[in-house]
């Protein structure tokens, strides 16, 4: 480890990580013609797709962890690359429901493999995506993952004095 890494803080270090890790799945998938963020929305598509889910625009939101805003946004761009079919929900009409497209598939099919590789290639200090420390590492992460950030209000505040 670097000395500079060695006095940096934990929020320093996860920035750090998720940059390095948003990068390396950028160019990895640029030769499929994604982005890091195409292939949150497509690879959570692809899981759900696999459960016989078709989850609205707003699951994926909540699922990816992108604004929703966002997520529609990128929702049109892989329906008109014909890589997702964006429909109305018969119980919600307000609301957009999403599948991948035969094509979508394939393609998201094609960049797992290679995030997959790329997630192994970072996890090998740890042993690999499957050893116990990886586990260990990745439980520690939907822990932090967990823990609600949202900007407390002076009421909040006033509300937990003594």
């Known amino acids: 480890m670097s000395e500079a890494a060695e006095s940096a803080t ?3 270090l996860v920035w750090r990580l998720s940059m390095k890790w948003r990068v390396a799945v950028d160019r990895a998938l640029a030769p499929l013609g994604l982005t890091h963020a195409q292939y949150a929305l497509l690879g959570s598509l692809y899981g759900l797709a696999r459960t016989g889910q078709r989850p609205s625009q707003r699951q994926l939101a909540d699922r990816t962890g ?3 805003l966002y997520v529609s946004k990128l929702a049109r761009a892989l329906e008109a690359a014909g890589l997702v079919e964006r429909t109305r929900d018969p119980k919600d009409p307000r609301a ?3 599948s991948l497209t035969e ?3 394939e393609v998201t099919g094609r960049a797992v493999a290679v ?3 790329l997630l192994e290639r970072l996890l090998e200090p740890l042993g690999g995506r499957h050893s116990p420390r990886a ?3 990745t439980r ?3 822990a932090l993952l967990d823990v609600p950030l949202d900007p407390h209000t002076d009421d909040d505040e006033d509300q937990h004095r003594p």
């Open 103 to 105: 094509q979508g598939r």
């Open 96 to 98: 957009m429901q999403l």
């Open 135 to 137: 586990r260990e590492f």
């Open 66 to 68: 992108l604004e929703a």
């Open 140 to 142: 520690e992460l939907t």
């Open 115 to 117: 995030v997959q590789g």
């Open 10 to 12: 934990a929020g320093f």
